[in-house]
C-alpha cells in the first residue's frame, strides 16, 4: 500500500496544508483537538474536498485538483470508520456487514462468517444497532470496513467514545488485525499513548501544519519543538538559552545545566517528569529543590518542586512507596544531560 497526500484547504481559524506519504504500515495523526486531524481524513475519504491538492492511492488519482479529479467516497476503496460508527440503524449486524462486502454471494457470505468470528459477534447476526452496546456497535463497525475490501483503513478517534477497560480490550483486538492481516491504516488520535502502542510512523499536527513527521520513537524519543514535546508527554519545558557548548541556562527554572549536542538555535528545554532521580550526591546537573506541592495520583506521587526564586515550577513523578521512604521539604534530584530535550521552535 501507498497513500500520497498533499492537500490544502482554508479553514476557519486557519489554512490545512499537509504532505506525506504513508506505506505498510499504521500511519498516525496526533494532534490536539482542532488541529486538522479529523479533517485531513475526511479529505482522503472524499467526505470533504481540498482547495487545492493531490491525493494518490497505490497509483490511483483520488483527488487532484489540476486534473480536476475528485473520486466519490463510494469509489476510492478506503474504509472510514466515524467516531459514532455510522451503522445504518434498520439494518441487522449482519446486514451492516453485507451492505458493504464485495464480491459473490458465497464470497459475502464468507467476509460475514469471517469478520463475525473475528470480532465476537457470533449471535448478534440478528440485532440492530440500538440492541448493541457501544463497543458491539464499534466491532460491528471495524467487521464492516474489513469486508469491504478497503484498500486503507481510516481510524477517527477509534476508542474515543469507550470506557478504559473496554478501550484496552479492542485496541489489544485492533492490534492483531493489523498484525494478522497486514490492513494498512491511517489513524487519528489526540491520545498519545494510543499512538505509541498501534503506529508505526506518526505525524505530528499543529494548527493546520506538520510539526514533525517520523517513526514512533524517534518522535517521542527526540522531539523538536515545544508542540511536539507537549503532544508527545513531555510535563516540563523552559525557556533555554546556549551560553557555551556544553551549557544551557534555563530561564524559567533558574538553573544551568550540562547538556550534550547543544544546536546554536536552541530556544527551549524540556525534561520528562520521569526522568528525575533523586540523589544524596553532590555532581553534574544535581541541584536543591524545595516541594512546593504534593499531589497524590492513581499509582504515584506528583511531586511539584522548584529552586529558590524560580518563576516555574517542575513536576516529578515518583512511586509512591519511593515517595514515602525519602518524602521532605527539600531534595537533591539530578537532571541526566542525555535526558534533557532540545527544542529549536
Same mark, same amino acid.
Request: net charge negative.
Given at each position: 500500500?501507498?497513500?500520497?497526500?498533499?492537500?490544502?484547504?482554508?479553514?476557519?481559524?486557519?489554512?490545512?496544508?499537509?504532505?506525506?506519504?504513508?506505506?505498510?504500515?499504521?500511519?498516525?495523526?496526533?494532534?490536539?483537538?482542532?488541529?486538522?486531524?479529523?479533517?485531513?481524513?475526511?479529505?482522503?475519504?472524499?467526505?470533504?474536498?481540498?482547495?487545492?491538492?493531490?491525493?494518490?492511492?497505490?497509483?490511483?488519482?483520488?483527488?487532484?485538483?489540476?486534473?480536476?479529479?475528485?473520486?466519490?467516497?463510494?469509489?476510492?476503496?478506503?474504509?472510514?470508520?466515524?467516531?459514532?460508527?455510522?451503522?445504518?440503524?434498520?439494518?441487522?449486524?449482519?446486514?451492516?456487514?453485507?451492505?458493504?462486502?464485495?464480491?459473490?454471494?458465497?464470497?459475502?457470505?464468507?467476509?460475514?462468517?469471517?469478520?463475525?468470528?473475528?470480532?465476537?459477534?457470533?449471535?448478534?447476526?440478528?440485532?440492530?444497532?440500538?440492541?448493541?452496546?457501544?463497543?458491539?456497535?464499534?466491532?460491528?463497525?471495524?467487521?464492516?470496513?474489513?469486508?469491504?475490501?478497503?484498500?486503507?483503513?481510516?481510524?477517527?478517534?477509534?476508542?474515543?467514545?469507550?470506557?478504559?477497560?473496554?478501550?484496552?480490550?479492542?485496541?489489544?483486538?485492533?492490534?492483531?488485525?493489523?498484525?494478522?492481516?497486514?490492513?494498512?491504516?491511517?489513524?487519528?488520535?489526540?491520545?498519545?499513548?494510543?499512538?505509541?502502542?498501534?503506529?508505526?510512523?506518526?505525524?505530528?499536527?499543529?494548527?493546520?501544519?506538520?510539526?514533525?513527521?517520523?517513526?514512533?520513537?524517534?518522535?517521542?524519543?527526540?522531539?523538536?519543538?515545544?508542540?511536539?514535546?507537549?503532544?508527545?508527554?513531555?510535563?516540563?519545558?523552559?525557556?533555554?538559552? !546556549?551560553?557555551?557548548?556544553?551549557? =544551557?541556562?534555563? &530561564?524559567?527554572?533558574? +538553573?544551568?545545566?550540562? *547538556?550534550? $549536542? %547543544?544546536?546554536?538555535?536552541?530556544?527551549?528545554?524540556?525534561?520528562?517528569?520521569?526522568?528525575?532521580?533523586?540523589?544524596?550526591?553532590?555532581?553534574?546537573?544535581?541541584?536543591?529543590?524545595?516541594?512546593?506541592?504534593?499531589?497524590?495520583?492513581?499509582?504515584?506521587?506528583?511531586?511539584?518542586?522548584?529552586?529558590?526564586?524560580?518563576?516555574?515550577?517542575?513536576?516529578?513523578?515518583?512511586? !509512591?512507596?519511593?515517595?514515602?521512604? =525519602?518524602?521532605? &521539604?527539600?531534595?537533591? +534530584?539530578?537532571?541526566? *544531560?542525555? $535526558? %534533557?530535550?532540545?527544542?529549536?521552535?
Amino acid at each position: 500500500m501507498e497513500l500520497y497526500v498533499r492537500i490544502r484547504k482554508k479553514l476557519r481559524d486557519f489554512e490545512l496544508d499537509v504532505e506525506f506519504t504513508a506505506h505498510d504500515e499504521v500511519f498516525a495523526l496526533l494532534g490536539a483537538s482542532g488541529c486538522g486531524k479529523s479533517m485531513t481524513l475526511k479529505m482522503i475519504a472524499g467526505i470533504e474536498t481540498p482547495d487545492e491538492g493531490k491525493i494518490l492511492l497505490n497509483g490511483r488519482t483520488l483527488f487532484d485538483s489540476d486534473a480536476k479529479i475528485n473520486l466519490p467516497p463510494q469509489a476510492r476503496r478506503v474504509g472510514y470508520l466515524f467516531q459514532n460508527y455510522a451503522l445504518f440503524p434498520n439494518m441487522t449486524v449482519a446486514e451492516n456487514i453485507l451492505f458493504a462486502a464485495v464480491g459473490t454471494r458465497d464470497e459475502k457470505n464468507f467476509k460475514l462468517k469471517e469478520n463475525l468470528s473475528r470480532f465476537k459477534l457470533g449471535g448478534l447476526e440478528n440485532s440492530y444497532p440500538r440492541e448493541l452496546s457501544g463497543g458491539q456497535q464499534q466491532r460491528v463497525a471495524f467487521a464492516r470496513i474489513l469486508a469491504s475490501h478497503a484498500e486503507i483503513l481510516l481510524l477517527d478517534e477509534p476508542f474515543s467514545a469507550l470506557d478504559s477497560y473496554l478501550k484496552w480490550q479492542l485496541e489489544l483486538e485492533l492490534a492483531e488485525v493489523f498484525k494478522a492481516y497486514g490492513e494498512s491504516a491511517i489513524l487519528v488520535s489526540h491520545d498519545r499513548n494510543e499512538v505509541f502502542r498501534l503506529a508505526d510512523k506518526v505525524a505530528v499536527l499543529n494548527a493546520g501544519k506538520l510539526d514533525a513527521l517520523g517513526s514512533v520513537h524517534d518522535i517521542f524519543n527526540r522531539p523538536q519543538t515545544v508542540a511536539t514535546a507537549l503532544l508527545t508527554g513531555c510535563k516540563n519545558i523552559s525557556v533555554a538559552r !546556549k551560553i557555551a557548548d556544553d551549557k =544551557i541556562f534555563a &530561564d524559567d527554572w533558574q +538553573l544551568t545545566l550540562t *547538556a550534550k $549536542k %547543544i544546536p546554536d538555535d536552541l530556544k527551549f528545554i524540556g525534561i520528562r517528569a520521569h526522568h528525575l532521580e533523586q540523589t544524596s550526591t553532590a555532581g553534574e546537573n544535581i541541584f536543591r529543590f524545595e516541594v512546593a506541592q504534593v499531589v497524590e495520583d492513581t499509582f504515584s506521587y506528583i511531586v511539584m518542586i522548584r529552586v529558590t526564586n524560580s518563576a516555574q515550577m517542575i513536576r516529578w513523578e515518583v512511586d !509512591k512507596n519511593f515517595w514515602r521512604e =525519602i518524602a521532605g &521539604d527539600e531534595l537533591f +534530584l539530578h537532571i541526566p *544531560a542525555d $535526558k %534533557i530535550i532540545l527544542l529549536n521552535r
